[in-house]
């Protein structure tokens, strides 16, 4: 025992000297075979340098471009590289004044398989951990008061032809965002939070980073596919950006506009909200810091551009750009049930997810080499966040219509693969009935178990067939991440935010309960997160994939996120060695 | 927050009413309802109230957005209540319909969470604090700020 721990005292006293190296790809990174991606080395806290040798499988790495962006580091990049099916190691022997150093790392190329599918429609909700789908089938399907039997299913759970459990984390972090989420259903890698389709390096600029090729860029490349992009969120948000864009800081939203047009991926189809990164900033309104006007620039490019639902469904083009709104759009239910100026604004006439999905397929088809959707349901984790539970399940009700029209495209296409996940969860949970008529705010119209009764849910329809959320029985939904707040139980037909800045900067900053939801009647809930937290927060909840259609086997059990990555490459055959 | 916090911010607004001016015609009132004529994905344009109010002396009821520092030179009003900071994130997402109120000159603010009543010079028109790097479309050089 007394000559281990003399040994580990050397080797700590020697690491407090000795530059650090970093390497990415990271150790034990798995990509595919001819996917490209950005060798990058680092040293830092570097003692006078002297020498490095880099050795892929033994063989001296030429071309590394040496860079010193601080006098204590040195770097290396050589970008756009790729590597042949199989394990390799690459090694970095260093030496400055404090020593040598060795440092190797393993990655493993996955060799194409043969293709099963030729079209991929994916659908991501955002937040829509296995809890958030399970309240939507509660709601859409209620159970039969007369003996207690279900009723039916979400179109995304039935019929399936495989399923799985998913597993997320980051690069850095058990706990998720949807940048790094995405990012590595993207691109098969684990991602810092924040980052897109990128590793760290140690500059400020966020734009350059080591990238990892897109899935939706190799098969763009290598098998020359059409690609859409679909998101009922603000269209540079993470999600729909982890698709076409790279970069450090997913807040670069004018970048990530840029690069939809002018990166590797230039989606066909690009029906997303969010139009004031995308107008030149003499627009008022705009979020950009120049005058590039995508709107017009993107009809130059061939693209046709619509704005609204007719336009969308008028549309018969090859390449097609639609902004709906100038934010984010809407929730279902402030689209289809309250109509509300306050919610809506002047943007009346916004396309469901529904139709945007089956424009992009109907346009994207006309691509002989098939095509990659990806459509994301983008405002379920954007109502999680400030509790609202209705605006979130509603809007997975509206997912799963879309998903419904996939599920029979795929029937008449048996070469297409529809997979429906989440990128990340939240901790939303049902956990008993509540009498509304009771309400709002009061603990005693809470019933648990056999209290709880059946829910009314549905016994009233809006124009589409979805219920509504006001009925006389509804249930108890909450989340377990949580500020300090006011729970009232039920939903609101003008969005409030859940907590209030207290007016205090600094250290001293913090939120408290909105002063109109306590004054609507309500229960006062401690939080359970610190007082910094305005709102709830993503869980390291497992995610549902549901997989219908050619190439489903590769999705079942249980994955972690990067899997899907590979699933769906399997699924197509591609062999990003290629490029067409 | 506790009482004592919220008695603290109570005492410290009102004592900016000294700040108005003694026997000047009441302004304009105007809601946050009133800013915007129509929004397009190609932009928001303005109001016709708000045209023909520029650079008039106007009031308007809100509160103010999470603040910046703890003594305030400028702020920003919001139709509800918030808990975004527009000024602390580069990319944060407020609501289009906020408005940037400006002290006077050596006059400084305690922030407040209550509702607030401004009553200021109207400007509109894009603008850029170069401080900040916050973009402007509807501004407000206030005269008074009072407890609503």
Redesign the interface.
Known sequence: MRHALLTAALVLSTAATAAQLQVYPYDGARLLAGQHFDLRIEAEDVKDFKTATVTLDGRTVDGLTRTTTKPTSVEWTLRTQSLTAGSHILTVRYSDGAGDQIKSVRWNAVAPAAAKAKNVILFIGDGMGWNTVNAANLIAHPYNPANGMPTGKLAMMSDLSSMASVNTSSYDSALADSANTASSIATGQKIQVNALNVYPDNTADTLDNPRVETISAMLRRAMGKGVGIVSSA?GVDATPAAFASYTRRR???SAIADQYFKGDVQPDVLLIGG??DF?P???????R?DATDW?EGSQKMGYTFV?NRTELNAANATKLFG?????NVPSYLDRAQYKS?EML???TDMPYLWDSAQKAVQTLEKNPNGFFLMVEAGMVDKYEHPLDWQRAVWDVLELDRAVAWAKEYAKTHPDTLVLVTADHAHSLSVYGGYDATKGPGKREAVGVYEAAGFPTYGDKRDANGFPLPETDRTYAVGFAAVPDYCETYLGRRIF??P????????TA????P???ICAEGSVQRTGNLPPTS??GVHTADPLPLFAFGAGAENFSGMMDQTDIFFGVAKALGLDATKSK | MNRRTVVKILGAVPALAALGRAGAAAPASLKFSELYGRVTVRGVEYSGKIKSLAGQAVSMQGYMAPPLKPKLDFFVLTREPMSTCPFCTTAADWPADIVLVIMPPGRELDPSTRGLTVTGRLEIGVKKDDETGFVSLVRLYADRVDSA
């Not at chain 1, 900033?281 to 979020?287: F, I, L």
């Not at chain 1, 902004?323 to 934010?327: A, G, M, P, T």
């Not at chain 1, 907590?499 to 205090?504: A, F, H, L, R, Y």
């Not at chain 1, 900053?509 to 408290?512: E, K, L």
């Open positions: 603000f807040g670069d939203y139009s004031r107008i900033s003499t627009a008022p309104g705009s979020r810091k709107i704005s902004l709906f709104n100038i934010d100026k604004g002047d943007f409030l935010d907590t209030v800045s207290n007016g205090q900067t600094g900053a913090g939120y408290v909105n002063p109109k305005n709102q």
